[in-house]
Nanobody, 115 residues
Framework: QVQLVESGGGLVQPGGSLRLSCAAS????????MGWYRQAPGKERELVAA???????NYADFVKGRFTISRDNSKNTVYLHMNSLKPEDTAVYYC?????????WGPGTQVTVSS
């Protein structure tokens, strides 16, 4: 059974930084495509960044140059380094693991950007 657990969220001031982590278990992590999504109140869930099993990376336009996704297959963990945070980045951030028809989500971690 796939389990994904996000951590690292919290309250940060505009311009600040956070690092989110997502620890995976129950899967052969290295062969899964991993992604970070977010959902703000009243809005649909949207892709933030994704990294394939081969290391190819894709970012949403609104985070390019500010966020960095990475993975450590030895630790079964994917990271999202977030810099220059803006109030509009406030959302629940979700980790996603995908391979063929297998599609799993973590419970999410809240990120609040406010002064």
């Amino acid at each position: 059974q796939v389990q994904l657990v996000e951590s690292g969220g919290g309250l940060v001031q505009p311009g600040g930084s956070l690092r989110l982590s997502c620890a995976a278990s129950g899967i052969i992590f290295s062969i899964y495509h991993m992604g970070w999504y977010r959902q703000a109140p009243g809005k649909e869930r949207e892709l933030v960044a994704a990294i394939t099993s081969g290391g190819s990376i894709n970012y949403a336009d609104f985070v390019k140059g500010r966020f960095t996704i990475s993975r450590d297959n030895s630790k079964n963990t994917v990271y999202l380094h977030m810099n220059s945070l803006k109030p509009e980045d406030t959302a629940v951030y979700y980790c996603n693991a995908r391979r063929f028809i297998s599609d799993s989500w973590g419970p999410g971690t809240q990120v609040t950007v406010s002064s």
